[in-house]
């Protein structure tokens, strides 16, 4: 699921710490350990695997998150893009994303890109993970 590199600075815990992140993958282990990579940086990361789920969760809580992360393959045929232009429609403002994706093929990278998202690849490094979360909320 992600590669074996770890990072470990209190500054990147303190520049994250209370950042409410919700990751959406349809694949639960995958968000799972997002979610717990995540929170081992003082963000608030919680891990759902629809977009139903993210709709509820959405829902539910008080706080809009500050950033999203999502799998571009969803199920039911759905994607990443999907959630986040449904999202983003109902938001008083964009929520900065990141979309990741073990499926390399240029229409994937051309639409996430005509979207306005950033791309990572699976197995997620878990430095550029980090390090783009930290970029994302600059």
Excluded at 45 to 54: L, M, Q
Excluded at 58 to 70: G, M
Excluded at 95 to 105: E, K, N, Q
Aim: glycine share 2%; with cysteine.
């Amino acid at each position: 699921y992600m590669t074996n590199n770890t990072l470990d600075d209190s500054m990147t815990k303190k520049s994250l710490q209370d950042v409410n992140i919700l990751c959406v993958d349809d694949d639960s282990m995958m968000a799972s350990a997002i979610e717990v990579l995540l929170s081992s940086f003082s963000c608030k990361a919680k891990a759902v695997n629809s977009i139903e789920a993210a709709q509820k969760n959405l829902a539910q809580s008080e706080k809009t998150p500050d950033i999203i992360i999502t799998d571009y393959h969803l199920n039911k045929g759905s994607t990443g893009l999907d959630l986040l232009a449904r999202i983003n429609s109902e938001a008083s403002s964009r929520i900065p994303a990141l979309v990741i994706t073990a499926d390399r093929s240029d229409l994937i990278k051309k639409l996430v890109k005509l979207a306005g998202y950033q791309l990572i690849y699976k197995p997620l490094n878990p430095n550029s993970l980090v390090q783009i979360v930290k970029d994302l909320i600059k």
